[in-house]
């Protein structure tokens, strides 16, 4: 079973709608949690840190879910240029080596 | 601030060859990690440097040395090229480290696209 497992996608959304996809991670000591976007061709940037409470960023929302070990990111609102891969990631034991996804490709159509 | 750079962008080595890959940035950062990047699979850690002179192994090491002389740079070496080299690599770095922090943002470079023939 891989570390930290989502859906390859792709997920092909209509612009304006909202769309969700979930991560699941193997190791309950980890204790930090990410989603980083990257464009096709370029280098990871960091989306949102996911907090236990769960945060939200404009359209963009992160929930924790430890007991059940995954985290989720939603988007409202869907625009042509949230088109991209998402990758979770999860910070290794309590260090800070991060697991990164494989990512979830989503792609917006007008 | 340039933040993260990379060179060279694109390489294509021979089998056996050697090269290093050089990461500078220039945010003052204390961490610095390499990564390869092979389609369908999530971003694998190499190796990882957490201050100027210590280095130290990551997920996928074998093959690969690196170097931290100045804090501000991070270099990989690959001795004898294999075509399983063939990759994207990341640079990152990042401040620091805190469970849950704010600090713990990593940043990237741009990549380096090899080709192992």
């Known amino acids: 079973r891989k570390e930290v497992e989502q859906d390859p996608g792709p997920f092909n959304v209509p612009e304006g709608a909202t769309v969700a996809f979930n991560c699941t991670y193997s190791n309950s000591a980890s204790q930090s949690f990410f989603w980083y976007r990257q464009d096709c061709r370029k280098e990871p940037k960091l989306l949102m840190s996911?907090?236990?409470?769960?945060n939200e960023d404009g359209r963009f929302t992160a929930q924790l879910n430890r007991a059940s070990q995954y985290i989720s990111l939603l988007i409202r609102d869907s625009k042509l240029s949230d088109s991209a891969t998402y990758l979770c990631?999860?910070?290794?034991?309590?260090?800070?080596?991060?697991?990164w996804g494989a990512g979830t490709k989503l792609i917006i159509k007008p | 601030n340039a933040g993260v750079t990379q060179t060279p962008k694109f390489r294509v080595l021979k089998t056996g060859q050697s090269m290093t890959l050089l990461c500078a940035q220039d945010?003052?950062?204390?961490?610095m990690y390499w990564y390869r990047q092979d389609p369908g699979m999530g971003l694998r850690l190499i190796h990882y440097s957490v201050g100027e002179g210590t280095t130290a192994k990551g997920e996928v090491p074998d093959g690969y040395n690196v170097s931290r002389l100045k804090k501000q740079n991070f270099l990989l070496g690959l001795e004898s090229a294999a075509p399983s080299q063939t990759s994207v690599y990341f640079c990152?770095?990042?401040?620091?480290?805190?469970?849950?922090?704010?600090?713990?943002?990593?940043?990237f470079g741009p990549g380096t696209r090899l080709t192992v023939l």
């Open positions: 996911v907090y236990s409470s769960g």
């Open positions: 990152a770095s990042s401040y620091s480290w805190q469970r849950g922090g704010a600090y713990n943002e990593q940043f």
């Open positions: 990631v999860v910070n290794k034991n309590s260090n800070y080596q991060l697991i």
């Open positions: 945010m003052n950062h204390e961490y």
